[in-house]
Structure formats: structure tokens, C-alpha cells
């Protein structure tokens, strides 16, 4: 057997003892308090003045997740880099598996960098978000991330993957935050209900139980859901990006928000397109409004268009760019579908991203929906509730009442709104406070997702009720939920 020189062993000793273990193991993912609505509305990039250090726990849920993201039949492998080497994720037993030995960050203050390596970036999108959402579930970390193309092009030069890394997103530890619940998605035209920046799930919790089906029962979806749906894909968020440009539960590079104007709603009533700003598309404003483009069902046509669209499901978010040439563009769609597939699942509902589209599925789209001929559909997502009705397991109380004013005036109507966490036949009923029924408001099937209803301050003739306090019960499949009303 031939010995190495002392010469050879001179360069291969310190490198090896450089590199130290070549694997190191991650805790399991922590499941933080936080809604997947909260860090959406809270997320930001930061770009510049992070620090190099945050717990291995940010990294470990970071990874978990960005590996929990939906994929469009594509291979992905997640690479990382330390202030010490450039490793590689293996999401089955938690480790990171050393790849190159030392520093080779892009950034010197980033804690880790982490690039995925696949072939598509409306898959690389979809990773990216979800570890952006991760990190942001550390606020007393002051955990922060920012996708970065300019550290993709680092890594693909210096971190040696197998596949080429299409995206990087760089992470550090900021000044402790607090996540921000304000809401600032009105609508200017009332078309939209408000969302909600709470939700009834965590974030890890929503992603333990992620995943797409293609069978879906006739029932349409409520306008409060669909509300709900479009704002998580591309809303307006409390943060303004650096140019003073108002932020979006997903990030855009150089704050372009390329998908704007581009985001469509298809259901048995029509077209319609989704503003996340007022009138002009001046980027610094907020908005959360439908216009219709199309009366009438188009379904039927958005079927045929591309097989890869489920044919039963009974609403249809299509997500569309300008430039499908552009990976700015493709990769905010992938943000946008990661996380209208999130937002469903939340709700308990049925989604499915159909992609990627053929430039023929995406003309026939286009034609099928009147769209413009620079709007490119790139994802069709498809939602509902689930064919077979089964609720979830270990599932929360089925029916929560989500927003009601206490107080009304005689003459006023007070608007209830819900969350119907399965399907079920719901009733709701108003109560004096001895618990005698005053009126009956309605009692019907409803899918899940969120809904509303209203009550004029009457009773079951029609007669103004008295001065006093009242009793809203929203009686859903095996739970009440109650609403306390004063009228003066």
C-alpha cells in the first residue's frame, strides 16, 4: 500500500481537520405559535446589516420547511452554506451532509445561505417562500431572510451543485421584531371582504398536513374565502419594501411585483381580476378589490384548456406574468402558489397547482378566460372543498366566529363573519339573554372556509327587537360558536 508524502499529507491535514464532522444533525422542526396569516402579513427581506449567528433550531425548521413545499414533479436539493462549509440537506434523517469545506458564503454577515438547486423556478418559488415564513416564525431571534439572485450566481460559482441552484436565499439575525397583525387590504369598492391576519392553524402545523388533491365536491366557495385566498397569494402587507414601494405577503426582486394586475379568479359566476392596488397601479398604494373581466362560467373552457387542471373543482385561481422568460416573474408566481396552497389548507379546503404549462395550455388558457395577451398563465390553482367531506384529524372546533361589532343602533345591520373549519349544515339563530329564541337568520349547507351573514336588529316578524343585549349562536357540525350583541 503506498503512504502519502509528508508534502501531500501538509495540504490534506488542515484542510480535513478544517472541515471537521462531515455530518452534522438537526433538531426536529419546533412548531412556533404563530399563524400561517400572521407571518404572511408580517414577513419581510432584509437586505444588508444581519448578523452571523442565529440557533441551529432556525436552520432546522427553515430546511424542514423549504422541503415540505409542494413540487411539479421536479427533483430538489437544498444546499447550505455556513460560516464554516457549504453542506448538503437530507430531509429524511434531519442531517446536513458535508459538500465543500469552508467559508463560502456570499454574504460575511449571514448566519446560513441556503440554495435550491432544481429545474424549474415556479418550484424553486414555492421552496423559497416556505423558509421564508419559517424564519419569520423566530421573531425573538430576529430571524430574517432574503432570496438573493446575485448569491445564487455566487453559490453556482463557488458551492459546486449538482444541479443549478436557481435560487439563494441569505439569513441572518436582525434586532428582535414583533409580528404585525395590522391589517391595510380594504377594498376601495367593496367587492372584497376584509381578510383576517389570524388564522386557525400554525404555520408548521398547516405544513405537517400539506398536500394537493384533485377531487373535489360541486360546492362553491363564499366570497369571504376567496377573499381570503387571493390576499394570502398576493396582498398587501403593513411593510414597505426600500423603495417605498407597499409590501406583499410575498417578496419581489427589486421590489418589481411583477405579478400586479395578473392574478385571475374563476368561478361559475365569471372572470375576475384580482387588484392589490388602487386605480393607476401606483406600487405605494393598497388595495383589495375583484373587477369582473368575464360574465359567466368559464370553467368548462379553463377545463379543456390544459389536462393537468382538475375538472371538478369549483373555483380556480389563475396565476399569471408577463415574461414566462424571466425568472423574477416565474418565481413570484411559484411565491404566490405556495401560498394559495397554504391558505387552503388552513381552511381546511382541497387545493392543487396545476403546472408547469405548455405555451399552447397557456394560450388556450388565455383564450379560454378573455385574458390580455401579455398575461401568461403559469399556475392554475384549483380549490374546494374536499370530495369526500372527511374532516381533518385532531381537527379544532369546526365554527369560530372570526369579526362582529358588539354594539348596534336600532336600524343598524351587524355583519357576522365565521370560519367553518369542515363542511356541515350551519344554523344561525339570535337568543335574548333568558335563552329564548328571538329569530332564526338561516339554516343551509355550507362548504368550509370563511362566510358571513347579517341581522337587522329584527325579530322572526320583522319587528325591531328592545334595547338590551342578545345572544348570535352559529350552530356548525358538532361545535356552537356565540356572538354577544348589545342593541341601544
Known amino acids: ?115 435550491v438547486a432544481c429545474a424549474r423556478h415556479e418550484d424553486a418559488g414555492f421552496a423559497i417562500q416556505a423558509g421564508l415564513l419559517a424564519a419569520t416564525a423566530f421573531p425573538d431571534q430576529g430571524a430574517a431572510g432574503c432570496p438573493m439572485k446575485w448569491a445564487a450566481d ?57 398536500a394537493q388533491d384533485t377531487a373535489f365536491s360541486s360546492f362553491a366557495i363564499s366570497l369571504e374565502t376567496a377573499a381570503q385566498l387571493l390576499w394570502a397569494a398576493y396582498g398587501v402587507s403593513p411593510h414597505h419594501a426600500w423603495n417605498g414601494r407597499r409590501g406583499l405577503t410575498v417578496p419581489s426582486a427589486v421590489a418589481g411585483y411583477f405579478l400586479t394586475g395578473r ?27 375583484l373587477e369582473t373581466v368575464v360574465v359567466g362560467d368559464r370553467r368548462p373552457e379553463l377545463r379543456l384548456a390544459s389536462s393537468l387542471v382538475p375538472p371538478s373543482a369549483p373555483a380556480y385561481v389563475v396565476v399569471c406574468c408577463s415574461d414566462t422568460a424571466s425568472y423574477q416573474h416565474v418565481q413570484e408566481a411559484g411565491f404566490a402558489g405556495f401560498q394559495l396552497l397554504c391558505q387552503a389548507r388552513a381552511l381546511g379546503l382541497s387545493g392543487h397547482l396545476a403546472g408547469p404549462l405548455s405555451p399552447l395550455e397557456r394560450d388556450a388558457i388565455g383564450i379560454a378566460l378573455d385574458l390580455p395577451l401579455d398575461h401568461y398563465p403559469v399556475l392554475v390553482f384549483s380549490v374546494g372543498e374536499p370530495a369526500t ?20 343602533a336600532p336600524g343598524e345591520v351587524l355583519r357576522v363573519e365565521y370560519l367553518l373549519r369542515r363542511p356541515g349544515n350551519v344554523r344561525a339563530e339570535v337568543f335574548d339573554l333568558l335563552g329564548r329564541p328571538v329569530t332564526r337568520l338561516f339554516d343551509e349547507r355550507l362548504p368550509a372556509g370563511y362566510h358571513s351573514f347579517e341581522w337587522d336588529g329584527t325579530d322572526g316578524q320583522g319587528r325591531p327587537v328592545k334595547r338590551g343585549s342578545y345572544v348570535i349562536g352559529v350552530f356548525g357540525p358538532g361545535s356552537v360558536a356565540q356572538h354577544k350583541v348589545a342593541v341601544f
Open 154 to 210: 455566487h453559490a453556482n460559482a463557488n458551492w459546486d451543485p449538482q444541479t443549478e441552484i436557481l435560487m439563494t436565499s441569505v439569513f441572518g439575525r436582525t434586532a428582535p421584531e414583533v409580528l404585525d397583525s395590522t391589517l391595510v387590504a380594504f377594498s376601495s369598492d367593496t367587492s372584497l371582504p376584509a381578510p383576517h391576519t389570524f388564522g386557525p392553524d400554525t404555520f408548521e402545523l398547516v405544513l405537517m398536513n400539506l
Open 1 to 115: 500500500m503506498r503512504r502519502l508524502s509528508y508534502t501531500v499529507l501538509a495540504v490534506l491535514l488542515p484542510a480535513a481537520l478544517a472541515a471537521g464532522t462531515t455530518v452534522e444533525s438537526l433538531p426536529g422542526p419546533r412548531v412556533n405559535p404563530w399563524s400561517f396569516e400572521l407571518l404572511s402579513n408580517s414577513r419581510f427581506s432584509v437586505h444588508s446589516g444581519i448578523a452571523d449567528s442565529l440557533p441551529r433550531q432556525v436552520l432546522a425548521n427553515v430546511l424542514w420547511a423549504m422541503n415540505r413545499a409542494p413540487r411539479l414533479g421536479e427533483s430538489r436539493e437544498l444546499y447550505v452554506a455556513t460560516p464554516d462549509n457549504v453542506w448538503r440537506f437530507d430531509p429524511g434523517s434531519m442531517t446536513l451532509e458535508l459538500h465543500r469545506a469552508g467559508d463560502r458564503r456570499y454574504s460575511s454577515g449571514a448566519a446560513f445561505e441556503v440554495g
Open 263 to 289: 392574478v385571475y379568479l374563476v368561478t361559475g359566476a365569471g372572470v375576475e381580476r384580482y387588484h392589490n392596488r388602487l386605480p393607476g397601479s401606483n406600487l405605494t398604494t393598497a388595495d383589495h378589490r
Open 389 to 408: 367531506g372527511a374532516p381533518e384529524p385532531d381537527m379544532p372546533l369546526p365554527v369560530e366566529i372570526t369579526r362582529g361589532r358588539p354594539v348596534i
